[in-house]
């Protein structure tokens, strides 16, 4: 259960609770709350316990939440453009048709999470310990800089990637079977083991 005066006061907005956090140590304990369509926007929930929250709907744009623990949160329809989730807890979240566009997912535990219908672009920052799933990897993330990314075991499958820039991006063991490299600079880019069954390698550069 959730700690009632920190409820409160997250109830009080961003610039008083960024406050009271920057004041004090305790580790905000918000777990099983009901954060229905919350606006928590730009607020510092670094390593806040959120363990069961419904957080559905909710505002989480440049939301802090390094190393929280959302294990069991409903991030349904939840907005989380450019948040750090940065080594946060997500053991079986529900992100089902969230906005993950440019958030910071590296060393995130997504382990028996539903990404279904996450809405994620090229730009978001991931690293080899996820392994990605069809589903959110969007048909319009072309023309994006991808620059020495670590996308080893990623699953990439039928992924538009034409005219990106992949010099020296690791596709090691990546199942990229169908994915669009048209245009796209491979200059030292990696592809040891992978499947790249029926890709698209037009007008590559290399």
């Known amino acids: 259960m959730a700690n009632t005066q920190h409820l409160e006061n997250l109830k009080l907005g961003t610039e008083s609770w960024n406050k009271w956090r920057a004041k004090n140590r305790e580790v905000p304990d918000l777990s ?12 510092n929930l670094q ?5 069961g929250a419904n957080l559905s709907g909710a505002e989480l744009i440049s939301t802090n939440l390094k190393g929280a623990n959302l294990s069991s949160a409903n991030l349904c329809d939840a907005n989380l453009w450019d948040a750090n989730l940065k080594s946060a807890n ?40 996820w392994r990605l799933v069809r589903e959110i990897v969007t048909e319009g993330g072309s023309n994006q800089d991808l620059k020495d990314r670590k996308l080893s075991n990623a699953n990439l499958k039928n992924a538009n990637f034409s005219h990106t820039n992949l010099q020296g991006t690791n596709f090691s063991q990546a199942l990229l079977w169908g994915a669009n490299f048209s245009g796209c600079n491979l200059k030292s880019t990696k592809f040891a083991g992978a499947d790249i069954k029926n890709s698209n390698f037009s007008l590559v550069e290399n």
């Open 32 to 43: 099983d709350a009901d954060l229905t369509h919350a606006c928590l926007s730009n607020m």
């Open 47 to 51: 390593g806040a316990n959120l363990e």
């Open 90 to 129: 997500f053991y079986f979240a529900d992100f089902w048709n969230a906005d993950l566009t440019s958030a910071n997912l590296t060393s995130a535990n997504l382990k028996g999470a539903n990404l279904k219908n996450v809405i994620i672009d090229l730009t978001t920052k991931i690293d080899n310990k």
